[in-house]
Every structure is written in C-alpha cells, then in structure tokens.
C-alpha cells in the first residue's frame, strides 16, 4: 500500500469568486487568478484547465493535479413545442435531478433544483413524496446553469441575452435546508465575472424555514417567494407540514424583516397551489387578502400539476379566476401561472428526478396510492 492517499480534487465549478480567491491564496498563487478562472469557466464555459490560455503551463499543470472543473452529466434534454426545455442531470451519488428552461418573450427563466427530492413532504408536492436523498452541491447548482446556458451557445456571456435571463430556485428541494452551497451558487448567477444576472432576477423560492430565512437576510437581497398555499395555520399545517414548527405569525415577521432589509420597493411573491374543493373558496380568497394586507407582496396563483397516485385535484379555470377577482379587488397583484412545459412534464411539482430515497417515504407513498387510487383498465 502505499502511503500516500489519493486526493479528492477540488471542483472550482462551485467556488464563488471570494472562496476561488481563499483557494489561490492557499495554494501561494495571486488573488486575482481567480477572476480569470471564474469567466473561463462560467462565461467561456471552458471545464478543460489546458484551454485557460491566460494562466501559465506550470500554473494550470499544478491547477490540473488538484483541481478539477466537474458539472452534472446530462442524460436527458427535451424541448417542449412551447420552448420549454427540460433535463435530467445525473449528481454525484447516481440521483437525477431536473431542470427546466422556460421562455416568454424577452424573458427566459431557469428553475433550477437544490436538493435530490425534498424533506418536508408538502403534501401536494411530487418532489416531497419520493422523500429526501441528498443536498446538492454548489458545482451542482451552478452547474445546472452553466449547462442550461452552454446549450444555448458559446460564449456563455454573449448567448445570454436570449436564453437565461432569470433563475428560480423553484426545482426539487427546499433551498433554505442547503443554506450554503444554494449562497454560493446564487453568488456566482449575480457575479460580474460570472453570469452577471441581478439581485432581482434570481429568486429563492422557500416553504418557510423561519431561522433560515432570517440567516437568508443577512447573507444575500435575492428576490423572495414564500410557498404559502394556505390562509390559515389549520389548513396549511396539512399542507405544508414545516408549518406545524413555524407558523404563519412566525413566518410573515421573518418576511416582514427579510424585507425590510431589501427597501421599499421589494415584495414577496407568495405563491398557491390551486388544489379542488381544498384552498380554493371565496372566503379562503377573502382570508388571503386579509393576511396578504399585512406584508408587501404580489400572489402568484399556480394550477395544481397532477401527478400518479396524488389525492388532488386542480381547480377548474372558473374557480381561479373567481379566486384571482376577489383578490385582485382588493387592490392586490395578482398572476395566475401559466401551465408550460405540458408535453414534457416539465411543470412544476413535476419535478421528480430519480431519487434514490434516504427516508423510505416513497414505499410509504406507494402503499397510500394502492389503497387509495383506482384500479387502472
Ligand atoms: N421547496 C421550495 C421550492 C421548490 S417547490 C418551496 O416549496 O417553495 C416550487 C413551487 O412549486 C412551490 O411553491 C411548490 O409549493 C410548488 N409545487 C409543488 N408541487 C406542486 C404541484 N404538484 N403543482 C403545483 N405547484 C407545486
Ligand atoms: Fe419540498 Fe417545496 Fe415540495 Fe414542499 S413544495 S416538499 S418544501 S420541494
């Protein structure tokens, strides 16, 4: 045997500029190194250290034997008659994760995923019923970016202008449970250097993890959505467990506080899921308003995607819009989702990937959806 252990190379893909700064400092090189390092990679979409031309051969051979530049491997990519495009990425571990690309007019939004599945189980959520597998990390968040926008063309910069103009943290997982890796990713989407995007075009989407929310302030002014899908703690503890641990009262303070930080003109985008006979009366809509008064926000109506074995049910066309009137009346911004991506399942709560559950909740799933579904003919 011998004595010397082989060791893991580091994978600049996920450092953001001040931890690839931290790293060639470490390493007795010059700060600014990691400057160049960051826009071959996430502006040239360069993952080979020999084509880093600006950095000398001994620089880049001493790179090459610690480091290395590592992104998900694509296994699937489809596009949707709309422009929807949609891949299945395989992560360290052997899980697939999902990402989607979804274009309206000048604007191109990605939702990228931040963890293989989910632990909180929301109960309407695709992602939550196959249970928790791993955090991603941040080459693999960045990574979905980096290989998003590479498919539009190269150099990653300049095809930028019409392709990825937006980021949603909005894919599998629940971002605010892989604080850092999520910090670090969104860091280099806002970077110069990098992907250039601003604050307000990269979005974290969270079901409420109070102290991390409030960790969230400190750190990054990132656009906020709250998955919020219930006007009340009775029924969004039924919806959205994690809200037994933080309820409403708890979680609109953190907002308040998030905001506030932000200035006066940022809002948070509450997002509801549109679920049949369970959140979507008049008087839950009068309920909403009411709560939705008490914070800067914009509602964002999103039609339940349906998925195999789930008890619910979208609401019909009618019925949202009725819910968007009452709201809207009341003097609130009000969006009803678009559904894209139909043909291939690119929709949200869709995003199921193929995880490899830790939690062994998807045999308790399947076990539930035998007993409850009807027998296919
Ligand atoms: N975990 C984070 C982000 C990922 S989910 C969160 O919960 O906010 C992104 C959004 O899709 C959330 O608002 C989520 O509630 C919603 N969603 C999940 N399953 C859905 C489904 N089947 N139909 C419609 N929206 C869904
Ligand atoms: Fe997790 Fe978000 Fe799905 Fe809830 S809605 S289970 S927090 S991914």
Request: charged share 25%; glycine share 6%; with cysteine.
């Amino acid at each position: 045997m011998s004595d010397v252990s082989p060791v893991t190379p580091v994978n600049l893909l996920g450092l953001s500029l001040p931890k690839l700064e931290a790293f060639f400092e470490s390493i007795g090189e010059k700060k600014f190194r990691a400057a160049q390092v960051v826009k071959w990679i996430h502006q040239q979409g360069v993952t080979d250290i020999d084509a880093m031309t600006n950095l000398a051969k001994p620089l880049r051979e001493k790179l090459k034997a610690i480091a290395e530049v590592r992104p998900p491997i694509i296994t699937f990519q489809g596009d949707s008659e709309d422009g929807t495009r949609k891949w299945l990425m395989q992560v360290d571990g052997g899980s697939s994760i999902e990402t989607v690309f979804i274009p309206e007019g000048d604007r191109g939004t990605l939702c990228v995923s931040s963890q293989v599945g989910c632990s909180l189980d929301c109960s309407f959520c695709a992602t939550g019923k196959q249970g928790f597998n791993k955090n991603l990390t941040a080459a693999e968040i960045i990574g979905q970016v980096f290989l998003a926008a590479k498919s539009f063309g190269l150099p990653i910069k300049e095809s930028q202008k019409r392709a990825v103009t937006n980021v949603v943290m909005m894919g599998m997982g629940e971002p605010l449970l892989n604080f850092e890796p999520v910090l670090d990713a969104m860091s280099l989407m806002m970077e110069d250097q990098a992907y250039g995007l601003s604050k307000r075009r990269v979005t974290l989407s969270t079901s409420g993890v109070v102290p991390a929310l409030d960790r969230l302030g400190e750190a990054t002014d990132v656009a906020l959505a709250v998955s919020l899908h219930a006007p009340n703690d009775a029924l969004r503890n039924e919806l959205v467990p994690i809200n037994r641990k933080y309820p409403l009262a708890q979680l609109l303070d953190s907002i308040r506080r998030y905001l506030d930080r932000l200035g006066e003109r940022r809002a948070v985008t509450f997002e509801y899921t549109m679920l049949k006979g369970i959140n979507d009366s008049d008087e839950q809509a009068r309920e909403l308003s009411r709560l939705a008064k008490t914070v800067r926000c914009k509602i964002n109506l999103i039609p339940f995607n349906p998925f195999p074995g789930t008890q619910y049910e979208v609401s019909s066309r009618n019925r949202i819009y009725a819910f968007q009137r009452i709201l809207l009346n009341d003097g609130h911004v009000v969006t009803v989702r678009k559904t894209r991506g139909d043909d291939i399942d690119a929709a949200c709560g869709q995003l199921a990937g193929q995880v490899a559950d830790k939690t062994k909740r998807s045999s308790r799933y399947i076990q539930l959806r035998d007993v409850t579904s009807p027998v296919p003919h």
